[in-house]
C-alpha cells in the first residue's frame, strides 16, 4: 500500500504549484509560515522548460465583472536569468471598488529544473528547523516522470524533509501537448510507469471534468492501470484551459478591447471564477473513490478557488483531505493562509 500523505502532513492548508513557489525565497518563505502545512513546489521537469518572460504570462482579474486588474500582465520569473527579486513578488494592486480574486495564465513549468529543486530543498532543510513536508510538482514523459521518482527518492536520503512527488497531468497551455488526464489509455499509461508501493507519496493532478463519462473513464484507467498499489493522492483541479480574457481601452468616441494575454489570448483559469466546478470535481472524485474499495485510501488535495475561510470549509466539505490554493497566494501574498487558519 502507498504511504498515506496524511502520514507527514498535520494541517491540511498549503499551497499548490504555481509561480509563487517558484524561487527559493518564496519557498522559504512558505516553510516558515506557521500556517501552511506543506510546500508544493512549482511544476518542474528534469531538463527543465523554456521560459519566456514576454510570451508566458499571468493576470488577475475580477469574477464577477472581468476586469483586469491595473498591475497588467505579470510572468515570473519575469527575466531570463531565473534572478527574480523579491518585489517581483509582490501582490497585485486591486481595483478600487471590489479586489481581483481570479486568473488567468498561459504559463508552462518552472524554469527551474528538479535536480535544481533538489538542491534548494537539500539547502533549505540544512537551514531550517521546520519539519514540513514538501511535495514536488513534476511532469515529462512518462518514462521522465518515473526519473523523476528516482531522483526525489534518492535525495530523500540527504534532505531532512519528508517528501512527495505530485504528477501535473493537466497543464493546458501547452503546444501539441494536450493534458494527458483527459485520455483515457494515455492516464492508464502515466499511472503504469509508477512503482507499486513507492517510498513516498505519489500522486496525479488533475483537470477539470465537465461531465459524467470522463469521471467513467478515469475510473475505468484506475482500476486497469493498478492506481491503488501506485498512488497516494489525487489532486483536482488545475486551471480550466481555453479561457480569454478581453480588457477594455474605453475612449470617449468608443470601446476598444484587446487580448489580455499574448499569444491569441488564451489561457487557464483558476481562482475564484473556477471554485464552483472544483467543487463539483473534488465531490465527484471523492464519491468515484469510494465506490470502489480498493481505491478508497487515495486522498484528495482540493484545488481552485479557496481564498478565505468559507472556501476552505466548503472544500473540505466537499470531499478534500487537504486544501490547496495559488491565486488567493497570488493576490494576497502569505498572509492568506493565516486569514484561513
Given at each position: 500500500?502507498?504511504?498515506l500523505?496524511s502520514?507527514?502532513?498535520?494541517l491540511?492548508l498549503?499551497?499548490?504549484?504555481s509561480?509563487w513557489?517558484t524561487?527559493?525565497?518564496?519557498?522559504?518563505?512558505?516553510?516558515?509560515?506557521p500556517?501552511?502545512?506543506?510546500?508544493?513546489?512549482?511544476?518542474?521537469?528534469?531538463?527543465?522548460f523554456?521560459h519566456?518572460?514576454?510570451?508566458h504570462?499571468?493576470?488577475?482579474?475580477?469574477?464577477?465583472?472581468?476586469e483586469?486588474?491595473?498591475?497588467?500582465?505579470?510572468?515570473?520569473?519575469?527575466?531570463?536569468?531565473?534572478s527574480?527579486?523579491?518585489?517581483d513578488?509582490?501582490?497585485?494592486?486591486?481595483?478600487?471598488?471590489?479586489?481581483?480574486?481570479?486568473?488567468?495564465?498561459?504559463?508552462?513549468?518552472s524554469?527551474?529544473?528538479?535536480?535544481e529543486y533538489?538542491?534548494?530543498?537539500?539547502?533549505?532543510?540544512?537551514?531550517?528547523?521546520?519539519?514540513?513536508?514538501?511535495?514536488?510538482s513534476v511532469?515529462?514523459?512518462?518514462?521522465?516522470?518515473?526519473?523523476?521518482?528516482?531522483?526525489?527518492?534518492?535525495a530523500?536520503?540527504?534532505?531532512?524533509?519528508?517528501l512527495?512527488?505530485?504528477?501535473?497531468?493537466?497543464?493546458?497551455?501547452?503546444?501539441?501537448?494536450?493534458?494527458?488526464a483527459?485520455?483515457?489509455?494515455?492516464l492508464?499509461?502515466y499511472?503504469?510507469?509508477l512503482?507499486?508501493n513507492?517510498?513516498?507519496?505519489?500522486?496525479?493532478?488533475m483537470?477539470?471534468?465537465?461531465?459524467?463519462?470522463?469521471?467513467?473513464?478515469?475510473?475505468?484507467?484506475?482500476?486497469?492501470?493498478g492506481?491503488?498499489?501506485?498512488?497516494?493522492?489525487?489532486?483536482?483541479?488545475?486551471?480550466?484551459?481555453?479561457?480569454?480574457?478581453l480588457?477594455?481601452t474605453?475612449?470617449?468616441?468608443?470601446?476598444?478591447?484587446?487580448?489580455?494575454?499574448?499569444g491569441?489570448?488564451f489561457?487557464?483559469?483558476a481562482g475564484?471564477?473556477?471554485?464552483?466546478?472544483a467543487l463539483?470535481?473534488?465531490?465527484?472524485?471523492?464519491?468515484?473513490?469510494?465506490?470502489?474499495?480498493s481505491l478508497?485510501?487515495?486522498?484528495?488535495?482540493?484545488?481552485?478557488?479557496?481564498?478565505d475561510?468559507?472556501?476552505?470549509?466548503?472544500?473540505r466539505?466537499?470531499?478534500?483531505?487537504?486544501?490547496?490554493?495559488?491565486?488567493?497566494?497570488?493576490?494576497?501574498?502569505?498572509r492568506?493562509?493565516?486569514?484561513?487558519?
Open positions: 500500500m502507498p504511504p500523505l502520514a507527514v502532513i498535520e491540511p498549503f499551497n499548490s504549484a509561480p513557489a524561487t527559493e525565497a518564496q519557498l522559504r518563505e512558505l516553510l516558515e509560515c500556517a501552511t502545512g506543506a510546500v508544493t513546489v512549482r511544476t518542474s521537469l528534469m531538463q527543465g523554456d519566456r518572460p514576454g510570451d504570462r499571468f493576470t488577475f482579474f475580477t469574477a464577477g465583472s472581468g483586469v486588474a491595473r498591475a497588467g500582465t505579470q510572468s515570473y520569473p519575469d527575466d531570463t536569468d531565473k527574480a527579486t523579491d518585489d513578488a509582490d501582490c497585485i494592486i486591486d481595483h478600487d471598488d471590489a479586489p481581483c480574486d481570479s486568473t488567468l495564465n498561459n504559463l508552462g513549468y524554469p527551474y529544473t528538479l535536480p533538489l538542491e534548494i530543498l537539500q539547502k533549505l532543510s540544512n537551514t531550517s528547523d521546520t519539519h514540513k513536508c514538501f511535495i514536488l511532469t515529462g514523459t512518462a518514462a521522465d516522470v518515473r526519473q523523476c521518482y528516482e531522483a526525489i527518492v534518492d530523500k536520503e540527504r534532505i531532512r524533509f519528508p512527495a512527488m505530485e504528477v501535473n497531468l493537466s497543464c493546458p497551455n501547452i503546444p501539441n501537448s494536450p493534458p494527458v483527459y485520455t483515457k489509455s494515455a492508464s499509461q499511472i503504469r510507469a512503482p507499486e513507492p517510498e513516498i507519496p505519489v500522486g496525479i493532478k483537470p477539470p471534468y465537465t461531465h459524467a463519462g470522463q469521471y467513467d473513464s478515469l475510473k475505468e484507467a484506475l482500476l486497469e492501470s492506481a491503488a498499489s501506485r498512488l497516494s493522492f489525487v489532486t483536482a483541479v488545475n486551471t480550466l484551459g481555453s479561457c480569454l480574457i480588457e477594455s474605453n475612449t470617449f468616441e468608443s470601446a476598444r478591447w484587446k487580448d489580455t494575454l499574448p491569441g489570448g489561457g487557464g483559469m475564484a471564477a473556477l471554485h464552483p466546478l463539483g470535481n473534488v465531490r465527484m472524485l471523492r464519491n468515484l473513490l469510494d465506490s470502489e474499495e478508497s485510501k487515495i486522498e484528495v488535495i482540493g484545488v481552485g478557488g479557496v481564498g475561510t468559507f472556501g476552505y470549509g466548503r472544500m466539505a466537499a470531499g478534500a483531505t487537504f486544501v490547496a490554493l495559488a491565486s488567493a497566494l497570488g493576490a494576497k501574498g502569505i492568506v493562509f493565516y486569514e484561513i487558519v
